[in-house]
């Protein structure tokens, strides 16, 4: 793989991982408008599983 594609590939990564992060967010602010509440220890708990022993 050439380090241009790599580049590419690595960009589309940060940007999808943006997105889901994002999401959770957003998600985590309509259940508080919604009155569901979420902890916020099992938000953080999700986030930092999900980035745990990930490349950087």
Same mark, same amino acid.
């Given at each position: !793989? @050439?380090?241009?594609?790599?580049?590419?590939? +690595? /960009?589309? #990564? &940060?940007d #999808?991982?943006?997105?889901q &992060? /994002? $999401? !959770?967010? !957003? #998600? @985590? +602010?309509? *259940? &508080?408008?919604?009155? =569901?509440?979420? *902890?916020?220890?099992e %938000? %953080? *708990? #999700?986030? $930092? =599983? /999900? +980035?745990?022993? $990930?490349? &950087?």
């Open positions: !793989m @050439s380090p241009a594609q790599q580049v590419l590939d +690595y /960009r589309k #990564e &940060i #999808e991982n943006q997105r &992060i /994002r $999401e !959770m967010v !957003m #998600e @985590s +602010y309509r *259940d &508080i408008t919604a009155g =569901k509440g979420r *902890d916020c220890n %938000f %953080f *708990d #999700e986030l $930092e =599983k /999900r +980035y745990t022993n $990930e490349r &950087i």
